[in-house]
Structures are given as C-alpha cells and as structure tokens.
C-alpha cells in the first residue's frame, strides 16, 4: 500500500455559520430546542438572521470544522462539500483553502445557495442550531473522487449529512473506495435527532462500513437504543474496531477491542460548545495518522476541544500544535 497523501479527509455539509449569542426567551420565542439542531426552509432562515443578535459569520459545517482543526495540529487534509457557485460559496472556499484544506468539490451552478447555519449560544454555553442545508443536499456519488479517497489514510464522515439520500450512497462509495485501498473510514453521529431520523441506516452504516466511531453519550444511547451509556458503549464496542464517546466534564472514553481507556477533560472555561465534537475527533484522529497511542489521541483531542469551547465559534484562536506539543 502506497504511502497516503492525505491524512484526513473530511465529508460533509459545507456551510457558512453565523454565530451570536442569546438569552432562553429567544429560542423559547422561536420554538427551538436547547443544544438541538434543527433544519429550516430558506424562509425560516432568513426571519431568525433578522431576529438574532450580530453575529460571527465564517465558513463551518461539521466535517469543516474537523478538517480546519486537523490542518491547525498539522495534518494534511482534504474536503468534499458542496456549496454554490454564490458569495457565501466564494466565502467558504477561500476560508478552507487559506487555512490549508484541499477543497476540489465542484460549486453547484443552478441550483439552491450556499448552506447557511444561524446558531444561538446561551449563557450556560449551550449552542442550539437552525440550519438550512440549500447546497449541500446536492451532494451526491459523482462528488465522491475514489482516488482522493484512497489517498488519504482515513476518510471523515458527518452524520449531519446523512439526511438526502443521495448522500448516503455517497458516504457508501467513499467506504467502499476507502476499503479498497487500505483506508480507515470514520464516522462521527453529529446528532441525537439525526440519528433518530435514520436509526437504522446508522446502524448498518456502523457496523458493515465503519472502524472508528465518534459520538457523544446522547447520540450513542440514542443510536443503541439502551438505558445506560454504559450499556450503549459495549454495544458500539461490538460493532465498530475503535470507538471514541465524549462525555462533556466527564471527559471522554476510548474503546477498542477488549481495552477502556478513560481521558480526562482538559480544564477550562466554558465559553461556547458549537464544534467541540467536531474539535476532538480532529485532534483524535491527528494523533492517530501521526502514529500516536490511544491514551496520546485521547489528550490532544482534549485539548483541541478546550480550546474550541473557551471562545465563541468553531475554529481555533491560538496555535494549537505549540499548545498539544508543551502539554
């Protein structure tokens, strides 16, 4: 097997998000759920941008968030996503691009705009998001270059995407390509109410086409079906080779094979959790293409992921490889 090119490479929804911050009255105001993610039609989206509070606008979507990640610890990173061939697509390739992701998706030229995400973050730190996907929905199989694919030694995949059916076949080719030359496939569940959505798809997907697996203790127990995280852990021990569940204060826990390794959260203040997640399968999975341990992957993904919630938005302020490497 050929020495990748890429270490990572993420798929998901490319969207811009706006970011301010918002009292409970607001999203009781606009019928949303606290720490849920909701979509809306373009209509919705554009009476909340009205509504909500200024806000910080950058290029973003789950997968992006991880890539941008990735690229700032060091890794070599490439992306699939589609956005509109618009302002706010323009946008986004130049934010993904300047920070050092390879972004050679194709922008849909007739068709919905760019992907937009209006996320509100209360003042316990909670971020509630309503997103309306427009471009993304276009993704689909011929998006999907096995060559890149097979380039790149793990191949990321968003849960948040698994909505269009279109982009679940997507997500089957890139395993397949992955598969066929070597590669790793990840997957993160992104969300409680996505994974309700397509439970049973999910489960198929983790068990015939996954090795490493992400998700947090709502979205496992919520994919499981089970009583107890603990009970959902052993279920995703079964079917996955490498599992990896966050735990918010209670930090996080790895699990391959018959080994539990338990990794304490990193101290900090909690400003802003949108793309925590996202942050810690970055710096698990650049510590893994590194030829990190376990126990090494578990401390920078939760560093990367402290540094992400003790600011506003997803990406990160301070340089996080100096930080991973004094720690």
Do not use: W
Not at 121 to 132: A, H, I, K, L, Y
Not at 229 to 244: C, G, K, M, N, P
Not at 278 to 286: K, Q, S, V
């Amino acid at each position: 097997m050929t020495e990748p090119t890429y270490d990572i490479l993420g798929i998901g929804n490319a969207i811009v998000d706006v970011v301010a911050s918002a009292e409970e009255s607001f999203l009781s105001r606009h019928d949303m759920h606290k720490g849920a993610m909701a979509l809306i039609d373009a209509a919705t989206a554009d009476a909340i941008y009205a509504a909500m509070p200024p806000g910080q606008e950058s290029s973003g979507g789950s997968a992006a968030n991880t890539c941008a990640v990735a690229a700032g610890l060091g890794s070599r990173v490439a992306y699939i996503g589609k956005v509109a061939d618009d302002k706010l697509g323009g946008v986004f390739r130049h934010d993904i691009n300047a920070i050092g992701v390879h972004f050679p998706t194709r922008p849909l030229s007739d068709g919905a705009p760019t992907a937009q995400c209006l996320i509100l973050v209360t003042p316990d730190g909670q971020r509630t998001m309503n997103t309306f996907l427009g471009a993304c929905v276009s993704l689909t199989e011929a998006d999907v270059d096995p060559a890149l694919v097979g380039a790149s030694a793990v191949t990321y995949l968003e849960g948040y995407l698994f909505d269009p059916p279109a982009a679940q076949a997507a997500f089957r080719k890139a395993a397949a390509a992955a598969h066929a030359a070597g590669r790793k496939v990840a997957l993160s569940l992104s969300d409680a109410f996505c994974v309700n959505r397509h439970r049973e798809a999910f489960l198929d997907l983790v068990a015939n086409h996954v090795d490493i697996l992400f998700a947090n203790e709502t979205e496992i127990t919520a994919l499981y079906q089970r009583n107890s995280f603990e009970q959902a852990a052993e279920a995703a021990r079964a079917d996955a080779a490498l599992v990896a569940l966050t735990r918010g204060e209670a930090g996080s826990l790895i699990l391959q094979g018959h080994e539990t390794l338990p990794i304490a959260v990193e101290p900090t203040s909690l400003v802003d959790s949108t793309g925590a997640g996202d942050a810690y399968a970055a710096g698990f999975l650049a510590g893994l293409t590194a030829g990190e341990t376990l126990a090494r992957c578990g401390r920078i993904a939760s560093i990367a992921a402290a540094e992400i919630i003790s600011h506003y938005g997803a990406r990160p302020h301070t340089d996080l490889r100096k930080r991973v490497a004094a720690s």
